[in-house]
């Protein structure tokens, strides 16, 4: 490693920290039209502060927000870096303790934060890559390998422009590796690469049995309650141990390999801390599994909102038309979105009764994603991360789904390596959000670490 880019980067800290206020103070609110203004201004800044390194820095334009391209360095690998400077709104305004988008640091029982909206999710977390590269070319006056960049800013708003800009910019876009920030570390000492993404099925079913509403006392027991069979469908999805029961619903599902399942049981993870936060104590998924095997690596069937007949004050004696609910299913590596849609709409149909038909609306349907770690550059970044870091490294999985992953991966045919520094309490998308300055400063210096090792 080269220990001059390190002091670089610790040296220089202070007007790193300038820098991402100035970035922070910019009210890049994506979803709102009103902020389009400084959404521009935030790509405009990006562009600059990247020309400042030496990287041909531009800002494209779309249909929404623009995107911010910048290219420098040489020689193998080319990664592409990927971040957006957009953010939430910052309502409910009044739960601030300071405004928003003036950001500062301040002391906590835990120790310095950045306060400010942006500042983790995901200003501070593409500042940091910024950040690594500015301290290699100010001490070797190159970067150590060839980097694009690409700053996104609608990814708070549902992306509408990007897939069609990874299209028309595929030649210039694709390069051996992506690099993503927008994820977190284990713990706010143990540094993580997410290597595994959930996808997404989620459905509105609404069941309908008579043509209108009817009285309780003159059709009550004759006629048949749609909130009843919605109930029962709903109720026979999981058996009791937590499996769930669509036909087909496992198949491709793969149990973890005995080096990750180890890697994850050495964390130490607290469940009951885990559920207690929460106010609960008993695990609820499939029996056999830990709470981080629940949430990382098993797939899940939740109902998201249910309704259904009168629910007004008072009472109104009625026998529903119809009944409705939400539903999300958050699937792992191997399972198939669609053929997993298709399913769970066969199951329902099949235990409807006489005089009952339902109507789907379907809303995601999207695949889990697994990263190779055969590829030798994950190996490489773990070993650089656990350098920088009090603990090891750990190959994490992801309850959520990162959309950008799965595009890199069809649009562009790159694989993603997921790096970043948020924590569990950053608050995302919440007022008074932070981002720890360890996580800023000991980020920069990971990025460092990581580039010089995927370099060699």
């Not at 629940?294 to 119809?322: E, H, M």
């Not at 770690?373 to 870091?389: G, H, I, Q």
Request: a negative charge; proline letters at 7%.
């Amino acid at each position: 490693m080269s220990d001059p880019v390190l002091t670089q980067v610790d040296a220089a800290l202070e007007p790193a920290l300038d820098r991402l206020f100035d970035l922070l103070k910019i009210e890049s609110i994506s979803t709102d039209p009103t902020y389009k203004a400084p959404c521009k201004a935030a790509a405009d800044w990006l562009v600059e502060d990247l020309k400042s390194i030496g990287f041909e820095a531009s800002r494209r334009d779309t249909t929404g927000h623009p995107m911010v391209v910048a290219h420098g360095g040489d020689g193998a690998p080319h990664l592409l870096f990927y971040g957006h400077y957009d953010v939430q709104p910052v309502d409910p305004i009044d739960l601030w303790d300071k405004p928003p988008f003036e950001p500062e640091l301040q002391d906590t029982a835990k120790g310095k934060v950045i306060r400010g909206r942006g500042a983790s999710d995901d200003k501070g977390q593409l500042m940091t890559f910024v950040e690594a590269c500015r301290a290699w070319v100010n001490i070797h006056g190159s970067l150590p390998c060839k980097i694009t960049i690409l700053f996104e800013g609608e990814e708070e708003s549902g992306s509408p422009s990007l897939i069609p800009f990874l299209e028309a910019n595929r030649d210039e876009l694709t390069c051996d590796l992506a690099l993503v920030c927008d994820t977190g570390m284990f713990d706010p000492q143990t540094p993580a690469i997410t290597t595994m993404l959930r996808g997404m099925v989620g459905e509105e079913l609404t069941i309908t049995a008579a043509d209108k509403d009817l009285h309780s006392g003159m059709y009550g027991g004759a006629a048949i309650n749609p909130i009843r069979v919605l109930s029962d469908i709903l109720a026979s999805l999981h058996d009791d141990t937590g499996r769930i029961t669509v036909p087909g619903f496992y198949d491709g599902v793969q149990e973890l390999t005995p080096e990750l399942k180890a890697q994850w049981d050495a964390l130490g993870f607290d469940e009951a801390a885990f559920l207690g936060g929460v106010d609960l104590s008993v695990p609820a998924g499939e029996t056999g599994y830990s709470v981080l095997e629940q949430v990382w690596s098993r797939p899940t069937c939740d109902v998201n909102g249910i309704w259904g007949g009168y629910t007004g004050a008072g009472f109104k004696t009625v026998l529903p038309s119809k009944a409705s609910a939400k539903l999300s299913f958050r699937l792992v590596p191997g399972q198939d979105a669609h053929k997993i849609q298709k399913d769970f709409q066969e199951f329902v149909r099949s235990k409807l009764p006489e005089d009952c038909s339902v109507e789907f609306k379907s809303k995601d349907a999207s695949d889990a994603t697994a990263m190779p770690l055969d590829n030798p550059s994950f190996e490489k970044a773990r070993a650089a991360l656990t350098e920088e870091w009090p603990k090891p490294a750990v190959f994490a999985g992801c309850g959520g789904s990162i959309p950008i992953v799965g595009h890199f991966k069809t649009y562009l045919g790159m694989d993603s390596l997921l790096i970043g520094f948020g924590l569990e309490d950053d608050q995302l998308h919440s007022p008074n959000e932070k981002y720890n300055l360890s996580s800023f400063h000991k980020g920069i210096r990971s990025w460092v670490r990581v580039l010089d090792a995927l370099s060699k």
